[in-house]
């Protein structure tokens, strides 16, 4: 840690006494007359989905006759007494996307248990009906929360069922039992719901029984903290995929990553990968489906307060979607989705617009000499992008990444740094990294690999990278719309090799 310390000041202070118009070139033809931003699109949702109610929370997917149906909680942000209605977003592929909007709505009355609506979970039932379990909320309750019951027909129009409410038992905390997560085990022809609860002060996941989808059996704990925290698990989901079970949730303190586990039988053991997390926290209540073939994981990533940048999350934001490929010991991996990729191939033509004296650029390749600070910059972004690189040849104790919303030193405001003394990959929503902790981390073992393969989208204020299809990084970046971005080194010899753009 000393030496990235050391790295970070001696670069921090070439910064400041040399200078951006010593230390950098502008290397832009000024015979050729550029638009001002790399491409042509403003505003775009259609990446990272917002809700035509506002913002995405907690989201709820589930797969029906090639279609995947995810239910999500409407962060209107209107200032009713009621909030957090059931939208639907349905898509084929996590590329386009049709948004119903509302389909469940909070109770009008401020005495009714679901004048705010939690997290819960679709089924098709042997009925031949759709059922939704969804969290009731009320703050002026006592317990303020219970799982409730409602049909639909055609996941539009649903029918509540007020006489099927389930409370928690005397061994679960009454106002922390939620997000139900219910499935069918074709084995013993039962239904079971996963609910988020508590006991002897202690996040757990209870498990209850059903044969009709009305009354429950509580068949007791099936899963407890095992992360050496008290922590909540929140938004369980519980699938078999390609031979293995697996298990997710979120900790809701004090880290709020998305964790799973896996088994060879529903019944467990359960145990943890060796990564056994998606994402950082820019990615929140994320929860898996499939068809069969694909799985994936839905969740968001939040707005910042205030709205800006250098401020801590806040609730509710974009929904992101990860797909996740299955290793050969089963342990599961987010990679970029190759629908999306196949639907941004237009690439862009790209060059840096500014660079280090000390660095070289030749037919889309970046290298730098290890020479204090050292950036390449490029022209600004507004719309979604597709960047992808490859970086090879770098210091298994040096410092380097992604740099957005530069200032006069060329250096940027939201920055992405593969951290390999530390192993660690970081994101600083501020330039003095020196005096800030990094917003955002994941662990990563620097020294296993020699190249880091890079695919980064950028869109609508929010970035997601995958490294070499082991890790997602998601961040919220406002300024990574309508301002410029580059990559950088710090006392640290790299090369980004192969840059290109796509849109």
Same mark, same amino acid.
């Given at each position: 840690?000393?030496?990235?310390?050391?790295?970070?000041?001696?670069?921090?202070?070439?910064?400041?006494?040399?200078?951006?118009?010593?230390?950098?070139?502008?290397?832009? #033809?000024?015979?050729?007359?550029?638009?001002?931003?790399?491409?042509?699109? @403003?505003?775009?949702?259609?990446?990272?989905?917002?809700?035509?109610?506002?913002?995405?929370?907690?989201?709820?997917? &589930?797969?029906?006759?090639?279609?995947?149906?995810?239910?999500?909680?409407?962060?209107?942000?209107?200032?009713?007494?009621?909030?957090?209605?059931?939208?639907?977003?349905?898509?084929?592929? &996590?590329?386009?996307?049709?948004?119903?909007?509302?389909?469940?709505?909070?109770?009008?009355?401020?005495?009714?248990?679901?004048?705010?609506?939690?997290?819960? %979970?679709?089924?098709?039932?042997?009925?031949? *009906?759709?059922?939704?379990?969804?969290?009731?909320?009320?703050?002026?309750?006592?317990?303020?929360?219970?799982?409730?019951?409602?049909?639909?027909?055609?996941?539009?129009?649903?029918?509540?069922?007020?006489?099927?409410?389930?409370?928690?038992?005397?061994?679960?905390?009454?106002?922390?039992?939620?997000?139900?997560?219910?499935?069918?085990?074709?084995?013993?022809?039962?239904?079971?719901?996963?609910?988020?609860?508590?006991? #002897?002060?202690?996040?757990?996941?209870?498990?209850?029984?059903?044969?009709?989808?009305?009354?429950?059996?509580?068949?007791?704990? &099936?899963?407890?903290?095992?992360?050496?925290?008290?922590?909540?698990?929140?938004?369980?989901?519980?699938?078999?995929?390609?031979?293995?079970?697996?298990?997710?949730?979120?900790?809701?303190?004090?880290?709020?990553?998305?964790?799973? *586990?896996?088994?060879?039988?529903?019944?467990?053991?359960?145990?943890?990968?060796?990564?056994?997390?998606?994402?950082?926290?820019?990615?929140?209540?994320?929860?898996?489906?499939?068809?069969?073939?694909?799985?994936?994981?839905?969740?968001?990533?939040?707005?910042?307060?205030?709205?800006?940048?250098?401020?801590?999350?806040?609730?509710?934001?974009?929904?992101?979607?990860?797909?996740?490929?299955?290793?050969?010991?089963?342990?599961?991996?987010? +990679?970029?989705?190759?629908?999306?990729?196949?639907?941004?191939?237009?690439?862009?033509?790209?060059?840096?617009?500014?660079?280090?004296?000390?660095?070289?650029?030749?037919?889309?390749?970046?290298?730098?000499?290890?020479?204090?600070?050292?950036?390449?910059?490029?022209?600004?972004?507004?719309?979604?992008?597709?960047?992808?690189?490859?970086?090879?040849?770098?210091?298994?104790?040096?410092? &380097?990444?992604?740099?957005?919303?530069?200032?006069?030193?060329?250096?940027?405001?939201?920055?992405?740094?593969?951290?390999?003394?530390?192993?660690?990959?970081? @994101?600083?929503?501020?330039?003095?990294?020196?005096?800030?902790?990094?917003?955002?981390?994941?662990?990563? #073992?620097?020294?296993?690999?020699?190249?880091?393969? +890079?695919?980064?989208?950028?869109?609508?204020?929010?970035?997601?990278?995958?490294?070499?299809?082991?890790?997602? @990084?998601?961040?919220?970046?406002?300024?990574?719309?309508? %301002?410029?971005?580059?990559? @950088?080194?710090?006392?640290?010899? +790299?090369?980004?090799?192969?840059?290109?753009?796509?849109?």
């Amino acid at each position: 840690m000393q030496r990235v310390k050391a790295i970070l000041l001696t670069g921090i202070i070439a910064i400041a006494s040399i200078g951006c118009s010593q230390n950098s070139e502008d290397i832009r #033809d000024e015979s050729v007359v550029e638009e001002k931003y790399l491409g042509e699109s @403003f505003e775009d949702h259609s990446v990272f989905p917002v809700s035509v109610e506002g913002l995405i929370g907690d989201t709820m997917p &589930f797969y029906d006759n090639g279609t995947y149906n995810v239910f999500y909680l409407a962060d209107q942000r209107n200032g009713k007494q009621g909030y957090h209605p059931w939208g639907l977003i349905k898509t084929s592929d &996590f590329v386009t996307y049709d948004d119903k909007g509302v389909v469940l709505n909070y109770a009008d009355n401020v005495e009714d248990q679901d004048i705010a609506l939690g997290t819960g %979970s679709v089924i098709k039932g042997n009925d031949g *009906r759709y059922h939704a379990f969804y969290t009731g909320h009320n703050d002026m309750f006592e317990p303020k929360e219970a799982v409730m019951h409602a049909v639909s027909d055609d996941m539009e129009n649903w029918e509540k069922i007020p006489e099927d409410t389930l409370y928690a038992g005397e061994d679960y905390a009454p106002n922390d039992f939620r997000d139900p997560y219910v499935f069918y085990y074709d084995q013993d022809k039962c239904y079971y719901m996963l609910i988020a609860t508590r006991k #002897d002060n202690m996040g757990i996941i209870a498990r209850y029984k059903s044969t009709d989808l009305t009354s429950w059996e509580d068949t007791g704990v &099936f899963f407890q903290n095992d992360m050496g925290t008290d922590s909540n698990l929140e938004c369980p989901t519980l699938l078999e995929y390609k031979g293995k079970w697996y298990l997710s949730f979120s900790d809701q303190w004090p880290h709020r990553l998305v964790h799973y *586990r896996m088994a060879n039988t529903m019944e467990g053991p359960f145990t943890i990968p060796a990564q056994d997390i998606f994402d950082c926290n820019g990615f929140y209540a994320g929860r898996m489906e499939t068809d069969g073939e694909n799985l994936y994981v839905v969740g968001w990533n939040g707005t910042k307060k205030n709205h800006t940048d250098s401020e801590d999350y806040d609730w509710g934001g974009n929904m992101v979607t990860h797909l996740l490929k299955q290793g050969e010991d089963g342990s599961l991996y987010p +990679v970029l989705n190759p629908k999306l990729e196949e639907a941004m191939s237009n690439e862009l033509a790209v060059a840096p617009l500014k660079m280090s004296e000390s660095a070289t650029y030749k037919d889309g390749n970046i290298s730098f000499a290890e020479d204090k600070y050292e950036m390449a910059g490029f022209k600004e972004l507004m719309g979604s992008y597709l960047i992808k690189t490859t970086i090879r040849g770098f210091d298994k104790e040096g410092m &380097f990444g992604f740099c957005f919303n530069t200032n006069e030193e060329s250096v940027g405001s939201l920055n992405i740094i593969f951290n390999a003394s530390n192993n660690r990959i970081e @994101f600083y929503n501020g330039s003095n990294i020196m005096e800030r902790t990094a917003q955002s981390y994941v662990d990563y #073992d620097f020294s296993k690999v020699d190249e880091l393969k +890079v695919s980064m989208i950028v869109s609508d204020g929010v970035v997601s990278m995958y490294v070499n299809d082991e890790i997602a @990084f998601t961040t919220r970046m406002y300024m990574s719309q309508g %301002s410029d971005w580059g990559v @950088f080194s710090i006392n640290s010899k +790299v090369s980004f090799e192969e840059l290109k753009v796509f849109k």
